[in-house]
């Protein structure tokens, strides 16, 4: 799918503000309403916009440590990644999981209450995923700058 100027404009709106009405959004992309409601549904059938959440403050719902965790398994066979991935998929405290190139094989982000309970969680439950043979852990220290968006443009990477 080809993403053309009004697409991304309507990517970018949304991005910073997805409770917008769909009027509003007409309104700021210079379309009357109609049109603008099937761009959006098209986005949404082609899952170039795959859905809409709340932006919460991890610290006001109790999780004040964020960890990023470098892990490295065993085996690469594709059956003992798939399972990894699928033990991984199911933590509600890994909030992402990446596989990765270089000197580890996924990056976990990981949040938790307080340190203790990253550190239980750490030994209780990441180190016994299935194929473990090294992980680091990485904490942070400030939010510099966390995903907000993504950049939409015309063209590729600046």
């Given amino acids: 799918m080809t993403l053309n100027a009004i697409d991304m404009k309507i990517l970018t709106l949304l991005q910073n503000d997805a409770r917008m009405t769909n009027q509003t959004l007409a309104d700021d992309i210079g379309m009357s309403a109609s049109p603008c409601w099937r761009r959006v ?16 403050n991890r610290r006001k719902i109790g999780l004040g440590v964020m960890v990023f965790v470098r892990v490295s398994i065993d085996s690469h066979s594709e ?27 996924f990056l976990l982000q990981v949040v938790a209450r307080d340190l203790d309970s990253y550190a239980d969680f750490a030994m209780a ?10 992980m680091q852990s990485m904490f942070v220290l400030k939010e510099i700058k966390p995903l907000a968006s993504y950049p939409v443009r015309t063209q590729g990477p600046a």
């Fill in 41 to 56: 549904r098209k986005l949404e059938e082609d899952e170039v916009i795959q859905g809409y959440r709340a932006v919460l």
């Fill in 79 to 105: 059956n003992e990644a798939r399972k990894f991935e699928e033990e991984v998929t199911a933590l509600e405290n890994v909030v992402a999981c990446y596989s990765v190139g270089g000197d580890a094989d």
């Fill in 125 to 134: 439950v990441i180190r016994r995923l299935p194929g473990i043979k090294e």
